[in-house]
């Protein structure tokens, strides 16, 4: 069988991060429809799914006096404490309904860990704990990762971060993503990527071109 050399990464595209949600990114709705004309350029789709307990460390109300969007340092670094999201089982933790993917082979449940919150695909924010994706693109032969979803300045740009890291080539599909923008987040994620040697495009350019690159 032939390698599959490009993989199409959709990033934590559910409900808690659409508006109305938990922990809304705006215009976070906007990607479904983006992401849902790229993804037949593509044989190959993992899908990744924020999925915590309510327990989880990263939640504010886990922590007496704090509020959200309040850094705390924990054993591992400094943390954003986060609104309640995302909970396993829940409504919010669900993938949007109308983002269609039906070649997906993979999703990557992230944050499950009680102690450590995890923005990347690829570790836990302990920057030791490994989700198993490297070693699953590394096994079907992929050579670059094409990067949508939510939100651009956490959970894509590490993901983007550790998968330049990891080897692979990686591409941003900028207008498929949207951003929190916290504290001037938004710029330095693109920033530290750029620096990284990721790739930032727009989806029209993807699809122009997706005979002679994909």
Request: charged share 20%; proline share 5%; glycine share 8%.
């Amino acid at each position: 069988m032939k390698p599959v050399e490009d993989v199409f990464l959709i990033v934590d595209v559910q409900y808690d991060f659409m508006p109305g949600g938990a922990l809304a990114v705006a215009q976070g709705d906007e990607v479904v429809p983006v992401i849902n004309r790229l993804a037949p350029a593509f044989s190959h789709v993992v899908l990744t799914q924020d999925w915590h307990p309510r327990s989880h460390v990263s939640f504010a109300t886990n922590h007496a006096g704090r509020q959200p969007f309040e850094m705390m340092s924990l054993p591992y670094g400094e943390q954003v404490l986060w609104p309640v999201h995302c909970v396993q089982d829940t409504e919010g933790a669900r993938l949007h309904r109308d983002l269609h993917g039906p070649q997906a082979r993979l999703v990557i449940r992230k944050g499950h860990h009680q102690y450590v919150d995890s923005y990347s695909a690829f570790l836990e924010a302990d920057r030791v704990t490994p989700t198993g994706l490297a070693g699953y693109l590394r096994e079907v032969g992929a050579k670059r990762l094409w990067i949508a979803g939510l939100a651009t300045d956490y959970c894509v740009a590490w993901t983007a971060l550790d998968a330049r890291a990891a080897g692979f080539g990686v591409i941003v599909i900028e207008d498929a993503c949207r951003a929190i923008d916290l504290n001037g987040s938004l710029e330095k994620a693109w920033q530290d990527m750029r620096r990284a040697g990721v790739q930032r495009v727009q989806s029209e350019d993807v699809l122009k071109t997706k005979e002679t690159t994909l």
